[in-house]
């Protein structure tokens, strides 16, 4: 795609609603993700929920992997009008061009705290309360 991106309202973006022409916001840029439909991880049913809507809450919410996130750049067709973007679920600023660090970027160290301390707390109550002494 060249450097200059077509401009959508969120009232075109409205229109793209049906299983064969699919389009969503995320993070202020456009997307038509019906090609993608089949192969969603998630089924195609997650998409068309969030057809012709800002999708970029749900999208945060599920936490996206890296991959995800570069595999979305092919099918990415314009940016949002300057009037209808939105700061809704950024969590780490803008990811697309890396100027603000990407989200799982920002959280990756939540990712490995959880079952530590979870491994640590479970050790130290299996020691403490079943291993004979």
């Not at 049906?18 to 090609?35: L, Q, R, T």
């Not at 996130?69 to 890396?98: C, F, H, N, P, Q």
């Amino acid at each position: 795609m060249s450097n200059e991106q077509k401009i959508y309202r969120l009232e075109e973006v409205k229109k793209h609603r049906e299983i064969e022409d699919v389009w969503v916001a995320i993070h202020n840029s456009v997307y038509n993700v019906s090609d993608f439909l089949n192969e969603h991880p998630g089924g195609e049913e997650v998409l068309l929920e969030q057809a012709g809507r800002d999708a970029t809450e749900a999208f945060e919410d599920v936490g996206h992997s890296t991959d995800a996130r570069e595999m979305m750049s092919k099918y990415k067709i314009g940016e949002l009008a300057e009037e209808d973007r939105t700061s809704v679920g950024t969590r780490g600023g803008i990811w697309e061009d890396g100027t603000s660090g990407s989200p799982s970027a920002n959280s990756s160290w939540k990712a490995w705290l959880l079952p530590v301390v979870i491994g640590i707390v479970s050790t130290m109550f299996y020691r403490y309360f079943l291993v004979k002494q």
